[in-house]
């Protein structure tokens, strides 16, 4: 069973930096892509970073490029999203999502990816 543990989330002023995790288990990273998506209330899911472990290759999002760096630690089954000059509209549910890929100039997940429970970033300005 796959499972997807984040953490890391909290209330930083604009300009700050956080760094999320994303514990996973019966999901390996040699093989699987993996990324971050977050949720804002009334707004769509946005599709933030995807990472190709096994390759190294990683797609961002237009909006947080220059700003965010995915990356794992095989040994410690987990995935990172460091987020620095945080913005306000930045604030959304944060969540680790197996199966991304790039699509155009969009990071998505197949229809059977697995979601974690997320964690909650907010952004004051």
């Known amino acids: 069973e796959v499972q997807l543990v984040e953490s890391g989330g909290g209330l930083v002023q604009a300009g700050g930096s956080l760094r999320l995790s994303c514990e996973v288990s019966?999901?390996?990273?040699?093989?699987?892509?993996i990324g971050w998506f977050r949720q804002a209330p009334g707004k769509e899911r946005e599709g933030v970073a995807c990472?190709?472990?096994?390759?190294?290759?990683?797609y961002y999002a237009d909006s947080v490029k220059g700003r965010f760096t995915i990356s794992s630690d095989d040994a410690k089954k987990s995935v990172y999203l460091q987020m620095n000059n945080l913005k306000p509209e930045d604030t959304a549910g944060y969540h680790c999502?197996?199966?991304?890929?790039?699509?155009?100039?969009?990071?998505?997940?197949?229809?059977?990816?697995?979601w974690g429970q997320g964690t909650l970033v907010t952004v004051s300005s």
């Open positions: 990472l190709r472990p096994y390759d190294g290759i990683t």
């Open positions: 999502v197996t199966e991304c890929l790039q699509y155009g100039s969009l990071v998505v997940h197949t229809l059977t990816a697995y």
């Open positions: 019966g999901f390996s990273l040699d093989e699987n892509a």
